[in-house]
């Protein structure tokens, strides 16, 4: 078979792949993934489109407990909040959809976009404010959901969030849309959060996001680590030190017992990294997160 035979077999078998993906079971995935490193390396598909594939692959495998915003770290909105009030949480978080309670985090009974207030802006119209009149149902998931599941119901009911329950059917946390496309994507950055001061965030029970500019004495405390700043300050230093040079999208290095990957990288810096305690420090830090 010469090289434009060989080619031409290669992105029918890609194309075929890629229309299965989220039906095959493990073993066919892991073949189907081989594939696409296959197309990759022979310049078929390039390294963007390859990481965004293993990202499609990575939301087959993974549910909903993975990713969600933790209840701890939920933006909320309290029904008989003024909504003065409602303004001000809108403004200072920059989300534009909140879960709105009752007298708990448990009970809750809506779901405000932060749109709908914008028809609220002067003295008169608030005078005529009423939330029930613009409160859009909550959708609720159990924290067991496949990603790929959720994704494909929330195109369906174009809904952008839904509120996770535990197995008690308590509120475990939140997820969004977004959420979900950055497994597939990389992290989606808006202009706040260039402003957002966390650092590091939780994403199920041991996957975190971290910037890359977070201090290497912030992650030692976090994660009761020992990592040295002494011939660097950030996380991105101890990466950079490792690998050796500047690191692409996708790119992952274990330190020990945390596998870092790279969500986000320009040219000059490691912008986002995702972080993955390994079995060894599982039960470690399950005991202190």
């Known amino acids: 078979m010469n090289t434009a035979q060989h080619k031409a077999s290669l992105l029918g078998r890609l194309s075929s792949a890629v ?18 490193r296959e ?23 993974m ?28 403004s200072a978080s920059g989300h534009s959809r909140f879960p709105v309670i009752d007298e708990s985090l448990d009970e809750i009974v809506g779901i405000l976009l932060a749109k709908d207030l914008a028809h609220y802006s002067d ?3 608030r005078q005529s404010f009423e939330l029930k009149d613009i409160l859009r149902p909550a959708v609720f998931v ?24 535990d197995e008690y059917s308590g509120v475990a946390g939140l997820v969004t849309i ?14 706040h959060d260039a402003a957002d001061a966390i650092n590091i965030h939780r994403h199920g029970y041991h996957r975190y ?18 990592f040295s700043n002494e011939q660097f300050d950030t996380v991105a230093g101890l990466i950079l030190n490792e690998l050796g040079h ?23 810096r490691i912008n986002n990294l995702q972080v993955t305690l390994l079995p060894e420090t599982k039960s470690v830090r399950s005991s202190t997160a």
């Open 178 to 191: 977004e959420d979900v496309l950055e497994q597939i994507v990389g992290e989606i950055d808006d202009e």
């Open 123 to 125: 003295e008169t119209s």
């Open 209 to 226: 996001t971290l910037k890359g500019v977070t201090p290497i004495t912030e992650f030692n405390a976090f994660f009761d680590t020992q």
């Open 39 to 61: 197309s990759q390396s022979k310049g078929l598909i390039d390294m963007d489109a390859l990481i965004m594939i293993e990202g499609v692959f990575q939301v087959s495998e």
């Open 142 to 165: 159990p924290e067991s959901k496949r990603l790929n599941v959720l994704l494909k119901d929330f195109r369906a009911s174009r809904n952008h969030m839904a509120i996770v329950i």
């Open 246 to 268: 500047m690191p692409e999208r996708g790119e992952e290095v274990t330190i020990h017992d945390y596998q870092f990957k790279i969500i986000s990288s320009s040219s000059r």
């Open 63 to 90: 549910r909903v407990r993975d990713i969600m915003v933790p209840r701890s770290h939920m933006v909320i909105i309290q029904q008989d909040q003024s909504i003065e009030k409602m303004l001000s949480i809108v």
């Open 19 to 36: 229309a299965s993906i989220f039906g095959a079971n493990k073993d066919e995935r892991t073949g189907l993934l081989e594939l696409m």
